[in-house]
């Protein structure tokens, strides 16, 4: 089997698995509330992930001290000052561009 034809029918398999999911999650009606607070919970912990490991490795070797820190210092305190994600991303990487 080609790679084209095995890379097709893998794309093909996770949407039809995606799929079914919409399906099958459209007939159960009502979501949980500890569902719902534990599926509100996933994009700020993958937005921690993806920071701490940007801020911890460089390639694959320890990151040392630099703008990124810095941009992390004071993305904190508009985090805390503001509870807004979108504040937080809006000063926190023109921060990072413009400090690299």
């Known amino acids: 089997m080609s790679v084209t034809l095995q890379i097709l029918l893998v794309g093909l398999g996770t949407y ?7 399906v099958l999650a459209s007939r159960l009606g ?8 534990a599926l509100s919970m996933i994009p700020p912990a993958v937005l921690a992930s993806i920071v701490a490991d940007s801020l911890l490795f460089s390639g694959d070797s320890w990151r040392g001290f630099d703008e990124w820190h810095i941009a992390l210092a004071v993305t ?3 985090a805390w000052r503001t509870k807004s994600i979108a504040l937080c991303l809006a ?3 023109p921060l990072v561009w413009l400090l690299a």
Not at 16 to 22: L, N, P, V, W, Y
Request: aromatic share 10%.
């Open 91 to 93: 000063v926190g990487m």
């Open 16 to 22: 039809a698995f995606r799929g079914s999911f919409i």
């Open 76 to 78: 904190t305190v508009v």
């Open 30 to 37: 009502e979501i949980p509330p500890r569902v719902n607070t």
